[in-house]
């Protein structure tokens, strides 16, 4: 089962919803040295430590994440983070 598991409503096309999840990707990339790639409307994600997903819905997009035992113990933050970011691109 997921560590992290978020449902997110939204109201863009599917394009725009997209290329916003694309600009976090990359900012995550940068920032994190994460890895990325779209499978279909799925974006897949991972680095040391954690290993996940956001899936693009057609009214929401959902985030699931499996942490590494070192991610796991910061797991209310980064769902905090998750959220925070969400709302801000999809509000």
């Known amino acids: ?15 725009q919803a997209r290329k916003a ?11 994190f040295e994460m890895a990325y790639a779209w499978d279909a409307d799925t974006l897949n994600f991972n680095r040391a430590g954690v290993d996940g997903k956001i899936q693009l819905l057609p009214k929401s997009l959902r985030v699931t994440a499996d942490l590494g035992f070192m991610l796991s113990m910061l797991k209310g933050p980064i769902e905090a983070e998750i959220r925070r970011v969400l709302a801000e691109k999809f509000d």
Do not use: F, N, W, Y
């Not at 089962?1 to 394009?15: F, L, Q, R, V, Y």
């Not at 999840?21 to 920032?31: D, G, P």
């Open 1 to 15: 089962m997921p560590s992290i598991d978020i449902t997110h409503s939204h109201g863009k096309t599917p394009a």
């Open 21 to 31: 999840i694309e600009q976090v990707a990359k900012k995550l990339a940068e920032r």
